[in-house]
């Protein structure tokens, strides 16, 4: 999970993201745990991982269970397709 995502769950209670990141700090803090621990992480936007093919247009085919993770520059319109479970996006 992302703090962004805790955010977006309640954005009045949080008002901003960086308060989300003092809560989840605190936390790992008090509980003496890494902060990765608790299963939240920030990771940069277009960055994905896990069962999913991405064919670009050009031929070249991204497979992200295999890569350690992949970053994905987002331009409109997309320059690929992705699969997964037997579904195209």
């Known amino acids: 999970m992302q703090p962004r995502d805790i955010y977006y769950r309640d954005p009045e209670l949080?008002?901003?993201?960086?308060?989300?990141?003092?809560?989840?700090d605190d936390l790992a803090f008090t509980l003496n745990i890494p902060r990765d621990s608790l299963n939240v992480v920030a990771t940069a936007k277009g960055l994905i991982a896990g069962s999913l093919l991405v064919h670009k247009y050009d031929g070249q085919i991204i497979d992200c269970d295999t890569e350690d993770e992949v970053l994905l520059s987002l331009?409109?319109?997309l320059p690929y397709s992705m699969l997964?479970?037997?579904r195209v996006f």
């Open 75 to 77: 331009h409109l319109p």
């Open 14 to 24: 949080f008002v901003k993201q960086a308060v989300v990141d003092r809560y989840v």
């Open 84 to 86: 997964t479970e037997n």
